[in-house]
C-alpha cells in the first residue's frame, strides 16, 4: 500500500556496502523502519543520503507492507534547519535524543502527540542558543508518553523515589535522588522549553540530573540502556 506522510528521521545504520536501514517516527504511521537500497552509490537518484541526518524532517511517500522493512519511494525535506545539524552541541544533543527514543519506543509504538512533540522539540533546538536545559525537558516529555511520568507531589526535603516514580519524606532501599537532585527535578516538571530557561541551575547539577532520568529510564523501561552518545555530551559540557 502506498502511503503518503510525514516523519522525523531517529537513526540510520549501514546494510551493505550501498545501503541504509533508517527508523523513521511518521506522524500517520507511528514508528517505521525503512530499507533505502543503493543509496550510497553515486547519488543520482530521488533519494539522498543527506535526507536522512538525525532529526530531518520529511515529507515522504512510501510503500507499507506491514511486515519486514518498508520502503520509500520519494522524499523531500519539511523543513531547512539553520543551525542545528551543523552547530556541535546542538548535534551533539539532537544525538542524544534519537538514540533515547530508539532505546525507548517500541516498534508498535504510535502517537499523534508525540509526533507534534518531536517535531516542536527539533524546531526549539534549532531556533535557540541556550540548551543546557533541552535535554531535561525533553526525557521528562518522552517519560509523559511513556506513561511514567513522576509524580508532582514533592514538598522540601522530600527525595525522588527512582523505583517508584514519587517524591517520599526520606530514603528507602529503593535508589532515590538527593535532596539537592530532587528539589531540581521538581523544578522541571510539568514546564516547556521556553519557561526551562527561567531555573537557575549549574551545568553538574542538570548533568547530574540527566543522568538520574536516563537511570529512571533504565528502571521501568525493558531493555532501555544509557546511550552511548550521554559521554560525548558529558565530555562538551564538562
Same mark, same amino acid.
Request: with cysteine; aromatic share 12%; proline share 3%.
Given at each position: 500500500m502506498?502511503?503518503?506522510?510525514?516523519?522525523?528521521?531517529?537513526? /540510520?545504520?549501514k546494510y551493505g556496502d550501498t545501503s541504509l536501514i533508517v527508523r523513521i517516527y511518521t506522524e500517520q504511521h507511528g514508528l517505521q523502519s525503512y530499507l533505502l537500497r543503493g543509496i550510497l552509490k553515486s547519488g543520482k537518484g530521488k533519494l539522498k543520503a543527506a535526507y536522512f541526518l538525525p532529526l530531518t524532517q520529511l515529507d515522504l511517500t512510501a510503500v507499507h507492507r506491514s511486515k519486514g522493512l518498508e520502503r520509500i519511494v520519494d522524499v523531500k525535506r519539511d523543513k531547512i534547519y539553520s543551525s542545528l545539524h551543523t552547530d556541535i552541541a546542538k548535534s551533539s544533543l539532537s544525538l542524544l535524543l534519537v538514540e533515547t527514543i530508539q532505546n525507548a519506543l517500541k516498534e508498535d509504538f504510535k502517537d499523534l502527540h508525540f509526533y507534534r512533540f518531536l517535531i516542536n522539540s527539533a524546531n526549539w533546538l534549532d531556533a535557540n542558543e541556550r540548551l543546557g536545559h533541552f535535554n531535561i525537558?525533553?526525557?521528562?516529555?518522552?517519560?509523559?508518553?511513556?506513561?511514567?511520568?513522576? /509524580?508532582?507531589?514533592?514538598?522540601?526535603?522530600f527525595v525522588f523515589d527512582l523505583n517508584e516514580g514519587v517524591?517520599?519524606?526520606s530514603e528507602n532501599l529503593n535508589a532515590c535522588l538527593s535532596i539537592s537532585a530532587s528539589f531540581y527535578l521538581n523544578q522541571y516538571l510539568g514546564i516547556d522549553f521556553d519557561n526551562s530557561l527561567t531555573i537557575q541551575s549549574n551545568k553538574m547539577q542538570r548533568m547530574e540530573l540527566m543522568q538520574s532520568l536516563l537511570n529512571y529510564l533504565e528502571i521501568h523501561l525493558e531493555n532501555f540502556y544509557t546511550p552511548k552518545s550521554f559521554a560525548v555530551l558529558k565530555d562538551l559540557y564538562a
Open positions: 502506498e502511503v503518503k506522510t510525514k516523519g522525523v528521521v531517529l537513526t /540510520q545504520i525537558v525533553f526525557l521528562l516529555g518522552l517519560c509523559r508518553f511513556l506513561g511514567i511520568e513522576p /509524580q508532582k507531589n514533592y514538598r522540601e526535603g517524591f517520599i519524606a
